[in-house]
Every structure is written in structure tokens, then in C-alpha cells.
């Protein structure tokens, strides 16, 4: 099972994503379809090729509260066609204040889209909080 595959699984599993969201999103990733070398392939298989890359989000609060998320871009991308990016990155922080108030998911999203590799946000408050958001 590839990796894409699993984090749905564990998305759901973990109560991150709906068993319907869950659904569409392996939907996504057995029927998408691109044109490479003026072949049809499946997307997965090509974002495979071409991808191995995650989103990464590291917050460090003053408090010493700390998140690690990592979600693979191919993901993200399915994710995207069905308009529920902001819905797993935010189940994915739940419970952090300061990432609510530092994270700009449409920025997220816009990276994305454009192939940026490498730090999107990297913060460090006055009060100590520290949020890095990079993709590699």
C-alpha cells in the first residue's frame, strides 16, 4: 500500500477525516488521470514518480506545547480537487491556538499549486512561540 494510502488511513483512523472524506480521497487517488510523455497514467502513480514531498508544520509554544504534522503533497493535491485541504490541515493542528492565528492555509494552498520547495513561514515570537511551515 502506498503512502498516500496510508495517511488517508490513518487520517481517518485518527478522526481527522470523515470515513466519507476518506473515501473520496482514495477515490481521487485510483481514478485521477494525467497525460506524461503523451501517456494516460494514473496521477498517484505519477505524483509518486515526481513527488515523495510533504507539507511540514512544526509549532513550538512558549508552553511547551508541540505539533508535528507531515502530509504528503500528493494528498494535499487530491485534497485540493475536492475543496477539503483547510478541513484536514485544520483537523490536523485541532487544539493549537497558535497555529490558528499563524497559519494562513490559502498560502498553504498556493505554494501548492506553484511547486515551492522549502520554508513557506518560518516565525519565532517575542514570546517564544516558534511555527515553521516548509515542504521537502
Known sequence: ???????????????????????????????????????????????????????????????????????????LKSAMKLGNVQAIIDKSLSGSSIADEMIDVDLIIQCIENGVIGDIVSVESSDGDVVRIYIE
Open 1 to 75: 500500500m502506498n503512502e498516500e494510502r496510508m495517511k488517508v488511513l490513518e487520517m481517518l483512523s485518527q478522526g481527522i477525516i470523515t470515513v466519507d472524506e476518506a473515501n473520496e480521497l482514495l477515490k481521487s487517488l485510483d481514478s485521477s488521470k494525467v497525460v506524461v510523455d503523451r501517456k494516460l497514467i494514473s496521477e498517484a502513480k505519477h505524483l509518486k514518480n515526481t513527488a515523495g514531498k510533504f507539507l511540514y508544520i512544526k509549532v513550538i509554544s512558549k508552553d511547551g506545547d508541540k505539533i508535528n504534522v507531515n502530509l504528503p503533497i500528493a494528498l
